[in-house]
Nanobody, 125 residues
Framework: VQLQASGGGLVQPGGSLRLSCALS????????VGWFRQGPGKEREFVAA????????YYADSVKGRFTISRDNAKNTVYLQMNGLKPEDTAVYYC???????????????????WGQGTQVTVSS
């Protein structure tokens, strides 16, 4: 399983970005996909995830109402639309995948076996 994240950049506070995560063939079914981020001097943290079987989305409280995760199975791509960006959203963003598993572990970094290379998002004026 391979993932490639893209779409990061520099944006002013209040602006928007859309991150993309291209998935390798065979990951359309049976894989939950999540976005995580790691800010300077911080641990990697959960941002959003989409369950494969139900298509339900889950978000960290810090991004709820501002970020939206979506999936285009025809393109094998997962997106993270980020609106209303704040300086505290500055981080390297990673997409990750796992074989669909227990819901209670969906937000856990350790629950994901496959990771993309990360894309930098900087929110600054």
């Amino acid at each position: 399983v391979q993932l490639q994240a893209s779409g990061g950049g520099l944006v002013q506070p209040g602006g928007s970005l859309r991150l993309s995560c291209a998935l390798s063939e065979g990951t359309t079914n049976n894989y939950d996909v999540g976005w995580f981020r790691q800010g300077p001097g911080k641990e990697r943290e959960f941002v959003a995830a989409r369950r494969w079987n139900s298509g339900t989305n889950y978000y960290a409280d810090s991004v709820k109402g501002r970020f939206t995760i979506s999936r285009d199975n025809a393109k094998n791509t997962v997106y993270l639309q980020m609106n209303g960006l704040k300086p505290e959203d500055t981080a390297v963003y990673y997409c990750a995948a796992r074989r669909t598993g227990i819901l209670s572990t969906l937000r856990n970094v350790a629950a994901y076996a496959y990771w993309g290379q990360g894309t930098q998002v900087t929110v600054s004026s």
